[in-house]
């Protein structure tokens, strides 16, 4: 009998010794997930979109006014859509009015120069702090 309780005690501790492997494998594999979401829904802060806004023309300029420009659109896109600033209440908090011939420059420029001078902000999403420059910078009440 001593040997069966012996050979169902070692059965025990290696399938404890197992599933502890499998849960540390699991647990690491949750992590990383974790990880990359979190990478993903953050995916530049002011900070970042300040250094391609401020490189040279000729390199990574073109991040910075296609991440602008892509928030604006999106913006216009979905007041076309549904008839009012909804998304941008909605989901940033932010509401801008821009007029029908702006030019990219228009709209690019007053972004920068609020990163520039709002360096504490700088930590929070970039498309955060698009719409509070825009916001400050075209007022729809004007």
Same mark, same amino acid.
């Given at each position: 009998m001593a040997g069966k309780d012996q050979s169902a005690k070692y059965i025990f501790v290696n399938t404890l010794k197992n599933a502890t492997k499998i849960l540390k494998i699991f647990i690491i594999m949750i992590t990383l997930v974790v990880g990359i979401i979190e990478a993903k829904a953050g995916f530049s802060t002011g900070e970042k979109l300040l250094k391609f806004c401020t490189a040279d023309k000729n390199g990574p300029q073109g991040v910075?006014? !296609?991440?602008?420009?892509?928030? /604006?659109?999106?913006?216009?896109?979905?007041?076309?859509? %549904?008839?009012?600033?909804?998304?941008?209440n909605k989901h940033l908090g932010y509401r801008w009015c821009l007029h029908k011939k702006i030019t990219q !420059?228009?709209?690019?420029?007053? /972004?920068?120069?609020?990163?520039?001078?709002?360096?504490? %902000?700088?930590?929070?999403?970039a498309t955060s702090l698009i719409g509070k420059a825009l916001q400050e910078s075209f007022n729809c009440d004007d």
């Open positions: 910075c006014s !296609g991440y602008i420009i892509g928030v /604006v659109d999106s913006h216009q896109t979905d007041k076309v859509i %549904k008839g009012k600033d909804e998304y941008l !420059g228009e709209v690019m420029d007053p /972004v920068i120069a609020w990163l520039k001078v709002n360096p504490k %902000k700088r930590h929070f999403t």
